[in-house]
């Protein structure tokens, strides 16, 4: 079973879509998949829910007042599991799931004070024992970008000299909005107008695979 952490000190950055595109895709290749949603919101169960009559659906599981137990809810099989962290969390409140994560991947938008305020949050990933081992892989992941601006630009470069991987930049687009409002995923159609930004997702699925 591999364990996927979604994690930011940043609210706002995309943390529970990229959750739910994460644990859409796991479905979809045909794995046993648990979102666990520690966000005291609830999105990514509401989304979870939407999607349970899908033959890809994803299973929820509340994490966000019981996470010490909330593996024990895990059934027996799964393959994957996604955890949508608290908008906002610390590192030190994320301990329970750094213990079981194999890699945490962490959104950061192309501002500079988006960027100013996930330095900390990464300094005290830094911190934790399997991090600073190398048993636990952290992967940036740029979102929201709007490539044909130097905003965008100088904010992937500046990404890319931190010591932690840039594994992935994915464009801004409505489509996410409302897919995750029907349960559905970018993943979930074929059509040219997805294929781009489905293009942009496959660093960071290849970089999970190998975390």
Do not use: C
Not at 64 to 80: C, F, L, N, V
Not at 141 to 159: C, F, I, K, Y
């Amino acid at each position: 079973m591999k364990t996927v952490l979604v994690a930011s000190s940043k609210g706002g950055v995309g943390k529970t879509t990229i959750a739910t595109h994460l644990a859409a895709e796991s479905a979809l290749a045909g794995r046993k998949t648990v979102l666990i949603d520690a966000d005291p919101q609830g999105s990514s169960t509401r989304w979870a829910e939407r999607r349970s009559a899908l033959e890809s659906a994803v299973l929820p599981i509340d994490g966000s007042s019981r996470h010490k137990t909330a593996w024990k809810s895990i059934p027996e099989g799964t393959d994957r599991v996604v955890v949508d962290a608290p908008a906002g969390a610390h590192a030190d409140t994320l301990e329970v799931y750094l213990d079981h994560a194999d890699a945490v991947v962490v959104p950061v938008l192309p501002s500079a004070l988006d960027i100013d305020a996930t330095v900390p949050f990464l300094n005290a990933l830094a911190k934790h024992p399997r991090v600073r081992k190398g048993d636990l892989r952290v992967g940036l992941v740029g979102n929201r970008l709007r490539p044909w601006t130097n905003a965008s630009q100088q904010a992937m470069d500046l990404l890319q000299q931190w010591p932690y991987p840039l594994v992935a930049q994915l464009r801004d687009s409505q489509a996410y909005v409302m897919l995750v409002g029907f349960g559905k995923s970018l993943f979930d159609y074929h059509s040219a107008q997805v294929r781009d930004h489905q293009a942009d997702w496959q660093p960071l699925l290849k970089w999970l695979k190998r975390a």
